[in-house]
């Protein structure tokens, strides 16, 4: 997300047949999320564009002897 808000996923654990209780509910929070799912959409984020919003200064971190991390989920190829 663009200046400085996080986007949140909240997912909801549906219950279990016959339990009581409440629905469990996780929240999960990014800096941020590029969709390279629908190349034609315009809204695409190519590798290059992955590499240079994040990857690029996260590698400069990491030589530097920061830990970084960069989650990616989703089909490859």
Do not use: H
């Not at 808000?5 to 590029?34: I, R």
């Not at 695409?44 to 990857?55: I, T």
């Amino acid at each position: 997300a663009e200046g400085g808000q996080a986007t949140q996923v909240t997912v909801q654990e549906p219950l279990e047949e016959g339990a009581v209780g409440e629905v469990g509910e996780n929240n999960f929070k990014f800096d941020v999320c590029l969709d390279s799912s629908d190349p034609e959409s315009g809204n695409s984020a190519s590798q290059a564009e992955v590499f240079e919003r994040l990857g690029r200064k996260m590698l400069v971190n990491a030589l530097e002897g920061y830990n970084c991390t960069i989650f990616a989920y989703g089909q490859t190829g």
